[in-house]
């Protein structure tokens, strides 16, 4: 049985706490493989909303031992990969979630430390790489692929054939039409509905999406 360590204690993090309880639930503990050991935060602000558990440590100071598995319950995409990369090079592994109500249909990937929240739908013929966290009640259309990094919020859609590249954020309830891109490093906000493809390190908002900045 290995320790589990969460990094992050705002609000993803203490979901993540519950996801793990439902998960719990229906496997047994027995079969999960892990124990949580504690959680890892530059700030103790949540501490007593942590359930019993403690913050062992800071993410940028904690050193792994090789009975650690960790998973990364922090919504920014550029700190998502700094602190992955920090933890890999001591040889650490991330765990990767699915919450017992998502539903997961046939040729789905899931990378190394992504994450399914509650009632997520992803049908089909769909790749989700390294890091990626697809929050409650997003539906991830069929052929489409998510890059490292990224997050996907609360409430989104997107629909078919979309690429997502690396450390995207996408804002609850944004919609995102078929067959485009959303280039690396781009924000979509909260509602926004996409309808043509997104350049590198843009920001979008509105209905319909407009650049209101760009690199």
Known sequence: MKDLVIIGT???????????????????????????????????????????????????????????LFFCAIGACSYKEKIYQRYKDFGSDFITIRHPSAVIGNNVNLGEGSSVCPNVTLPCDINISDMVAIDMNACVGHDTTIGNFSTVSPGVTIC?????????????????????????GSIIGAGAVVIKDVPPKCIVVGNPGRIIKSS
């Open 10 to 68: 705002r609000g993803f993090g203490r979901s993540i706490l519950e996801f793990i309880k439902d998960i719990r639930e229906i496997q047994g503990a027995s079969r999960m493989g892990y124990i949580i050991k504690g959680f890892l935060d530059q700030t103790d602000d949540y501490k007593d909303l942590l359930t019993g558990h403690k913050i062992i440590g800071t993410p940028e100071e904690y050193i792994p031992d090789k009975n650690e």
């Open 160 to 184: 078919g054939n979309v690429t997502i590249e690396e450390n995207v954020f996408i804002g609850a309830g944004a919609t995102i039409v078929s067959d485009i891109v959303l280039g690396a």
